[in-house]
């Protein structure tokens, strides 16, 4: 087999293009460090009107798909993003929309039928281009379709007799549950329909079928690797992902250092670096003063930038924060989502007038003077797969204080978890617990006001490298097995 490979990214989503979350920073991050190392690499996406507001796109072929008998066309629009070629679906009754998959927080009811019309749009789109690849890479749930539309539908077409396909699974909450009436729509036909494949409870879920049907599965990090496959932890797909272990596969997710450098960073007021650490004392107080809090560098400074979801840890972060906010410390938080949770979070920054400020936005220059401002960084997650931000506060020298589990275990060292304190890069906790969490965050505070073990720690964290080089070469290590288990069938 040769070493280049034609590897197709089938996304909902492209960092700088249109981003909801993390799986969006994976499929930009990935394709330009796979292009430098020779391979042909492409992404496909929809043509969503944030999409083509942004990204210069000339049209390069039309196409046809059926879905239950009726024929629906689209164009191919053709860009390049980050020297990686990039080709948007575009089909105005789908895809021109406001938002991505949501309007004023609902979910779009037809969203199944958007996203099973984009992967089957993609597989035509290949024929239409010319482009065969050895592998298609989707991700999450709108492209869990892939795989089986490759498997079923095209299994006699000799266009893609060498093409395999790998799904990675970002967040395995998210599954995409919708009504068995969908079955024809979809091109499932009712054999597929079971508990073996695509049934659930009675309803189709498109990521367990995706998982079944793919050649290779991934998830963003070893240990949420692991979590998957417990009964606590694989939201509701234990069996399934059971099934597939042997082609399961725990690949940690990159962090994007040139945009995330204290050194070349330019939103914050002052750069800075391990070996000269007074710009973030620079960047502390702009970001007291811009909180309208005390500028103040004897106090330790807290900060959290979040959707506000459940799975973030809220429940319990919130009433800790409540009773930990009686000490001489300062918190700033940055967070939009849940409308509830952001009332609670007002009040608690209303009873904490003079330590605690809340923005329910989301403000890209904020998100990195919190991480350069703040000495410490909340991240106390009920679960996170992978986990970012915990990466950019280490560079930052701002020390997470996070919960073990997912990537936060891959990546952090807690420093009463470790056998030897001084290699510790941060702060870890085990039950989702508001006690606990506070007896974290008081273990935090009394480090503070021990400046050489905060040297130590801090020098910890920054020397920490999460470079997409590794994660490169552990996704092209999947690709080849797919393929190589392909050449011995």
């Excluded at 979350?21 to 992404?43: E, I, Q, S, T, Y």
């Excluded at 010319?130 to 266009?159: C, M, R, V």
């Excluded at 330019?266 to 620079?282: C, E, F, H, R, V």
Aim: aromatic letters at 10%.
């Amino acid at each position: 087999m040769a070493s280049d490979l034609k590897i197709l990214f089938a996304v909902s989503e492209l960092a700088g293009i249109v981003k909801t979350g993390g799986l969006a920073d994976v499929a930009a991050a990935l394709g330009p460090w796979m292009r430098n190392k020779g391979h042909d690499v492409r992404v496909i996406m929809p043509a969503y009107r944030k999409a083509l507001n942004i990204l210069p796109t000339e049209v390069v072929g039309v196409g046809e798909v059926l879905m239950n008998g009726s024929p629906r066309g689209f164009a191919i629009r053709q860009g390049c993003f980050n020297g990686v070629p990039v080709y948007l679906i575009e089909h105005h009754h789908y895809f021109d929309r406001e938002d991505l998959y949501t309007s004023y927080g609902e979910g779009f009811a037809d969203n199944t039928e958007r996203f099973a019309f984009f992967c089957l749009a993609a597989l035509q789109a290949c024929q239409v281009l010319g482009f065969q690849p050895d592998i298609i890479h989707g991700h999450d749930w709108p492209s869990a379709l892939l795989p089986f539309y490759l498997k079923t539908h095209e299994q006699h077409n000799p266009f893609f007799r060498q093409t395999r396909s790998v799904l990675t699974i970002h967040n395995g909450a998210y599954q995409q549950h919708t009504d068995s009436s969908l079955l024809p729509l979809l091109g499932i036909e009712p054999h597929w329909f079971t508990s073996e494949h695509f049934e659930d409870h009675g309803r189709i879920n498109l990521l367990k079928g995706g998982i079944l049907f793919a050649d290779k599965i991934t998830t963003v990090s070893p240990h949420y690797a692991e979590e998957l496959q417990t009964e606590l932890g694989s939201h509701g797909l234990v069996q399934t992902i059971r099934r597939r272990a042997d082609d399961f596969h725990g690949i940690l997710n990159g962090c994007d250092y040139q945009e995330w450098n204290p050194e070349t960073d330019p939103l914050l007021p002052a750069n800075y670096s391990l070996d000269n650490l007074t710009g973030k004392q620079i960047c502390k107080s702009f970001l007291q003063e811009r909180a309208g809090l005390a500028a103040r560098a004897d106090i330790p400074l807290y900060g959290l930038v979040s959707r506000l979801t459940e799975q973030k840890g809220f429940a319990y972060l919130i009433p800790a924060l409540r009773q930990f906010l009686q000490q001489d410390v300062q918190v700033v938080l940055q967070a939009s989502g849940d409308p509830e949770l952001a009332a609670e979070l007002r009040r608690l920054a209303e009873a904490f007038p003079d330590k605690c400020r809340f923005v329910e936005a989301y403000d890209n220059s904020l998100a990195h003077q919190i991480e350069a401002g703040a000495d410490f960084f909340l991240m106390p997650s009920l679960f996170e797969p992978c986990g970012l931000n915990q990466m950019y506060s280490m560079k930052y020298g701002t020390l997470p204080i996070v919960r073990a589990v997912g990537g936060l275990v891959d990546t952090v060292r807690g420093y009463s978890h470790q056998e030897t304190p001084s290699e510790a890069t941060g702060f870890v906790f085990d039950a989702p617990d508001s006690q606990v969490l506070n007896q974290c965050l008081q273990e935090s505070l009394a480090i503070f006001h021990q400046p050489d073990v905060m040297k130590v720690l801090v020098t910890n964290a920054m020397q920490e490298s999460f470079s997409w080089e590794q994660s490169t070469e552990d996704y092209l290590g999947v690709y080849r097995m797919a393929l190589d288990r392909a050449l011995e069938k």
